[in-house]
């Protein structure tokens, strides 16, 4: 008997999960975060590995409507500083929204909720972020919503459609 049960390519295949922020059951943000990082770890999947990379792809859209609870528009703060004397900048929530936008967020969001390791950089990248709700992965998205919606094979449209009419 192999020694490999369910480490196949067919289970490491990675499938692309839609998800839309402006719809109005979205989580806040960090809730949001915390499910599109265990989407990227692959934590969903019977075949989970720490060591490997078995996340699947997530496309979001309308990430101008990030949402978040409380004052965090006001009162979050996100830093950044080049080593030099006195160049630390701190920027609030509302003005990185404006600024860089929800995606950035979203993204900056998502990478403190993986861990911190070698593979981080290769999932971050599988996080597709667009502020509206035009993308171009509308072809490779399986999983919409949490829901698996049928592939559409050119069998599938091409064969004639059969009759069960009794004359």
Partial sequence: MSQTVGRTRLAYARSWHHISLSSPDTPPLGRLASRIATILMGKHKPTWNPSTDCGDYVVATGCHDV?????????????????????????????????WGGGEVLKRAVNGMLPKNRLRDKRLERLKVFEGEAHPFKVNLVKVGGQTRPLKTPEAAEAPSISTQTS
């Avoid at 009162?75 to 600024?99: A, D, F, I």
Wanted: glycine residues 10%; proline residues 3%; hydrophobic residues 25%.
């Fill in 67 to 99: 949402l978040v609870t409380g004052k965090k528009m006001q009162q979050k703060k996100y830093y950044r500083h080049s080593t030099r004397p006195g160049s630390l900048r701190e920027l609030n929530l509302e003005g990185m929204v404006r600024k």
